[in-house]
T-cell receptor, first 116, second 114 residues
């Protein structure tokens, strides 16, 4: 069965701190895709990154970085030097290649609050 | 056309009434998805279309729910005889075909059943 777990419900940091959001997934597929989305108070889910199961290279984009480890089924997201604008709910999601429709399985989300 | 648009943004209805939501996907996307999100939870898959064909429905989609995508363009989601448990954010997303593509989401329709 496919499942995504984000154990951290809420995280609060002070601006300029680094913060890591954890994501652990379960799947029986050997090919799958992992995603991170950001949901600001306006409600729209904003795509941040996609990772393929056969590509374990970590990725950095500005202040954002992602650490993908198949051995621990984790896809963690780090924000360096956090800013107030980073405050949002962040979702990790899984898509199995075996699912023809491409539906996403989401975790419960981590609400990040960055205080000035 | 810069993204997925949903209408209305908010809907308050009395229990037992029918409601209909609309989603306009990104024009070149042939896949369209509906998700439901309740407070403090991640979005849950409801159904998806490839062009005009509805190819998968979740068990969450009771008989009171129906979705259409005539002509493979916009989609509507109708809820008949609404119940208080239907109160949620209904999110629409669209994507190109293929697992290696991201879905783009609209801002959602927040439904409150009183």
């Amino acid at each position: 069965a496919q499942k995504v777990t984000q154990a951290q419900t809420e995280i609060s940091v002070v601006e300029k701190e680094d913060v890591t959001l954890d994501c652990v997934y379960e799947t029986r597929d050997t090919t799958y895709y992992l995603f991170w989305y950001k949901q600001p108070p306006s409600g729209e889910l904003v795509f941040l990154i996609r990772r393929n199961s056969f590509d374990e290279q970590n990725e950095i984009s500005g202040r954002y970085s992602w650490n993908f480890q198949k051995s621990t089924s984790s896809f963690n997201f780090t924000i360096t030097a956090s800013q107030v604008v980073d405050s949002a709910v962040y979702f990790c999601a899984l898509r199995e290649a075996g699912n023809q429709g491409g539906k996403l399985i989401f975790g419960q989300g981590t609400e990040l609050s960055v205080k000035p | 056309d810069t993204g997925v648009s949903q209408d209305p943004r908010h809907k308050i209805t009395k229990r037992g009434q029918n409601v209909t939501f609309r989603c306009d996907p990104i024009s070149e996307h042939n896949r369209l998805y509906w998700y439901r999100q309740t407070l403090g939870q991640g979005p849950e898959f409801l159904t998806y279309f490839q062009n005009e064909a509805q190819l998968e429905k979740s068990r969450l989609l009771s008989d009171r729910f129906s979705a259409e995508r005539p002509k493979g363009s916009f989609s509507t989601l109708e809820i008949q005889r609404t119940e208080q448990g239907d109160s949620a954010m209904y999110l629409c997303a669209s994507s190109s075909t293929g697992g290696n593509t991201e879905a783009f989401f609209g801002q959602g329709t927040r439904l409150t059943v009183v």
